[in-house]
């Protein structure tokens, strides 16, 4: 069974930074793109970004400019560096992995930026 770990989220102040860690059991090769996607309460799921294991790294228009998406394939683990976090930018941050034919989640990481 596919699992996906997300790590890292907690309590930061604004204009902190933050990294999340999204490991994935098994190769990243297996999946076509691993991405992150955040949802604030009230709000709809939105993209972070996406990296792509053969290809480039896209971001969405949340925390463009603001974050790095990276990934080490060796130990099948994507990250999520977010910098100069504002209180908007509280949300559960969740990790997907999709496939031709496949499409996980993980659990989520609650970050919250608030003085």
């Known amino acids: 069974q596919v699992q996906l770990v997300e790590s890292g989220g907690g309590l930061v102040q604004p204009g902190g930074s933050l990294r999340l860690s999204c490991m994935i059991s098994?190769?990243?090769?297996?999946?076509?793109?691993v991405s992150w996607y955040r949802q604030a309460p009230g709000k709809q799921r939105e993209l972070v970004g996406s990296?792509?294991?053969?290809?480039?790294?896209n971001y969405g228009d949340a925390l463009r400019g603001r974050s790095t998406i990276s990934a080490d394939v060796g130990t099948s683990t994507v990250y999520l560096a977010m910098n100069s976090l504002k209180p908007e930018d509280t949300a559960v941050y969740y990790c997907?992995?999709?496939?031709?034919?496949?499409?996980?989640w993980g659990q989520g990481t609650q970050v919250t930026v608030s003085s």
């Open positions: 997907n992995a999709r496939g031709d034919e496949s499409d996980y």
């Open positions: 098994g190769s990243i090769y297996r999946y076509n793109a």
């Open positions: 990296v792509f294991p053969t290809g480039p790294t």
